[in-house]
Nanobody, 121 residues
């Protein structure tokens, strides 16, 4: 079965950096677009970023453009999110998500368990 396991979260000061990883298994990773989502305290789940199978297309929500970078290593079945210049408003549980096809905007059909990112001084 599909498994998505996030790692790399934690507590960081404003202006700091973190890199999230998502280890994928149970499916042909290089056949599917992938994404990152987050849920801030008291708010709904928000889409953060998506990447296509060949990494030629990457999209971001406006609030993270220029600060976050999504990437993937198909040989390692791993998705990444490099987060720089972190702000307190980036505090959230971050989720790795598998899409239903190679299409960047296809719906999500599998989620990781989530990992906490806290930005605070």
């Amino acid at each position: 079965q599909v498994q998505l396991v996030e790692s790399g979260g934690g507590l960081v000061q404003p202006g700091g950096s973190l890199r999230l990883s998502c280890a994928a298994s149970g499916f042909a990773f290089d056949n599917f677009a992938m994404g990152w989502y987050r849920r801030a305290p008291g708010k709904e789940v928000q889409w953060v970023s998506s990447i296509n199978i060949g990494s030629s297309l990457k999209t971001y929500t406006d609030s993270v453009k220029g600060r976050f970078t999504i990437s993937r290593d198909n040989a390692k079945n791993t998705l990444y999110l490099q987060m720089n210049s972190l702000k307190p408003e980036d505090t959230a549980v971050y989720y790795c998500a598998k899409r239903t096809s190679a299409v960047l905007t296809s719906r999500v059909d599998s989620w990781g368990q989530g990992i906490q990112v806290t930005v605070s001084s």
